[in-house]
């Protein structure tokens, strides 16, 4: 399973744009890229997950660069409720993507 | 998306005790769900795959027979923690996984937070 690398934390204020990018050099051709948030004491819950190029949904947006060893999600306008920690991880999709590894995520703090 | 239940969502026990931990897939039947274990302020690590019908598949370094899992049914398995001790508390959160639809996503459970006295 590919490695992820991404900042340990990041600070920023309600309604700014915050990008967090997530480093996976040795991704194979069938994984796909998968972001999930994590609040205190809860479950993951899934964000967003794409293979190549740009993906956007109703909460965020996720960046692809064609080498596919980077990705970057996207969060706009952010509330004090998106403090939370955001987990890249990559699996084959073939496979079922369904034996996750989890990195050491990244820790949002969102402050007024 | 898929709903999971987990029960009981905190517990404080006895050192020497044990503890079962139940996961619900409540919308779908899965024949995988996944069990992680969470320190305060680490990340998810993965304990353990639970197959209905067979015997789960631990990952390296967790004691199969300190964590018993069962998976009676497609929508149920279970964690039980035994002769729990202190160094046992955690986070525990189980998932499923969905597949067939536009993504291949996991479902996770809301975690039961498990204090060993």
């Known amino acids: 399973l590919a490695k992820t690398t991404q900042p340990i934390s990041m600070d920023s204020y309600e309604g700014q744009e915050v990008n967090i990018t997530c480093s996976h050099n040795?991704?194979?051709?069938?994984?796909?890229i998968t972001w999930y948030q994590q609040f205190p004491s809860q479950g993951p819950r899934f964000i967003i997950q794409?293979?190549?190029t740009k993906v956007t949904n109703e909460v965020a947006s996720l960046f692809i660069p064609a080498d596919r060893k980077s990705s970057t999600l996207s969060l706009p306008r952010v509330s004090l409720s998106d403090t939370a920690v955001y987990y890249c991880?990559?699996?084959?999709?073939?496979?079922?993507?369904?034996?996750?590894?989890f990195g050491t995520g990244t820790r949002l703090l969102v402050s007024p | 998306g898929a709903v999971v239940s987990q029960h009981p969502s905190r517990v404080i026990c006895k050192s020497g005790t044990s503890v079962k931990i139940e996961c619900r897939s409540l919308?779908?039947?899965?024949?995988?769900m996944f069990w992680y274990r969470q320190f305060p302020k680490k990340s998810l690590m993965l304990m353990a795959t639970?197959?209905?019908?067979?015997?789960?598949?631990?990952e390296q370094g967790v004691e199969k027979d300190k964590f018993l899992i069962n998976h009676a049914s497609l929508t149920l398995s279970t964690l039980t923690v035994t002769s729990a001790h202190p160094e046992d508390s955690s986070f525990y959160i189980c998932?499923?996984?969905?597949?067939?639809?536009?993504?291949?996503?996991?479902?996770f459970g809301p975690g039961t937070r498990l204090t060993v006295l």
């Open positions: 998932s499923v996984h969905r597949s067939g639809s536009s993504y291949n996503e996991q479902f």
């Open positions: 040795n991704i194979a051709t069938n994984d796909y």
């Open positions: 794409g293979y190549k």
């Open positions: 991880l990559v699996g084959d999709m073939n496979t079922g993507f369904q034996k996750l590894v």
């Open positions: 919308d779908f039947q899965a024949t995988t």
């Open positions: 639970s197959n209905e019908g067979s015997k789960a598949t631990y």
